[in-house]
């Protein structure tokens, strides 16, 4: 019976450390954007948040660049 494995990642690699930070900078945005939205100012929240979402589909479905 074969065993599928994820491929392994190297935590050296700059597009693994470009990912993590991303995913802390966008964080906050995401709580910006979700505080301003509570401030009435909605139009805006969403443009952030349709942002983010892609920016992570990005950031998880591939490198971008070559390492």
Request: charged content about 20%.
């Amino acid at each position: 019976m074969a065993v599928l494995r994820q491929p392994e990642v190297s935590q050296d690699r700059p597009s693994f450390q470009f990912a993590l930070e991303a995913r802390v900078i966008l964080s906050t945005m995401t709580n910006v954007a979700l505080a301003v939205n509570g401030h009435g100012d909605g139009d805006f929240a969403h443009a952030q948040l349709e942002w983010i979402h892609d920016f992570l589909a990005v950031v998880d479905h591939g490198p971008l660049w070559p390492d």
